[in-house]
């Protein structure tokens, strides 16, 4: 299942091409502005004439969180991570773009942007673009996610912090506390630093914990 999601200003064609060059598309979301109503009208009349489920969702194209509720809306609907989604970030306000762009990141989707070049063809002017490895949020949450921003509050000056006191603060028991701190290795979250201690001495027997910057993002984001 492949789920496209597009941002729609007053210019259809963005999204058109968009289209036309991605193949498989099974279910199009477009994500419009009242002033734009039209123009959305316009597009989902010619989803329907290529007999592909279309719907229309308004939003405010200068509400940064409304932007990201909106698609984290979609994404549940339409069944999480077992869902192919991609976004197209060509049209609508820049925030709008922003917005999209933010959200593709803990979502998984493949974010697509239409040149404007007529003289190439609908897939040379799509342009795929590079994103981070995703996190599967999934597994952050709970006492793992608890631990993700003790973490990123203890090392917030460049230091580390090592499992021992993790366990001391939280009481949550050795292996309850390795198995924490794996997931968030795994995910990329948190980076183990050989021979140094929590307090920032060297010490070869010891591993100490600190957040990457992928964390720190993603420890920010779940926090609000």
């Not at 299942?1 to 036309?20: D, L, S, Y």
């Not at 984290?72 to 773009?97: Q, V």
């Not at 003289?119 to 952050?140: C, G, Y």
Request: some cysteine; aromatic content about 8%; glycine content about 10%.
């Amino acid at each position: 299942m492949h789920v496209h999601i597009a941002t729609a200003g007053q210019a259809v064609e963005p999204v058109v091409k968009a289209f036309n060059a991605i193949p498989g598309i099974d279910k199009v979301y477009l994500l419009c502005s009242n002033p734009f109503r039209e123009s959305a009208m316009h597009l989902e009349s010619f989803f329907q004439a290529a007999m592909v489920p279309v719907e229309t969702r308004y939003v405010d194209g200068f509400d940064f969180q409304g932007m990201v509720d909106a698609i984290y809306a979609i994404f549940e609907r339409e069944g999480g991570k077992g869902t192919d989604f991609s976004i197209n970030i060509t049209g609508g306000t820049n925030l709008m773009a922003a917005s999209a762009c933010s959200t593709a990141f803990f979502v998984g989707a493949r974010i697509c942007y239409v040149l404007r070049s007529p003289e190439k063809t609908a897939s040379e002017q799509l342009i795929w673009i590079p994103t981070p490895s995703i996190p599967d949020l999934h597994r952050v949450k709970g006492k793992t996610r608890e631990i993700l921003s003790y973490i990123m509050e203890r090392t917030r000056d460049g230091g580390a912090v090592t499992s021992t006191q993790i366990d001391s603060d939280f009481g949550y028991g050795k292996q309850a506390v390795s198995y924490h701190v794996r997931v968030l290795v795994e995910e990329g979250l948190v980076e183990k630093v050989r021979g140094m201690t929590g307090d920032g001495r060297v010490d070869n027997r010891m591993n100490a914990l600190r957040i990457t910057g992928q964390g720190r993002l993603v420890a920010s984001w779940l926090s609000e």
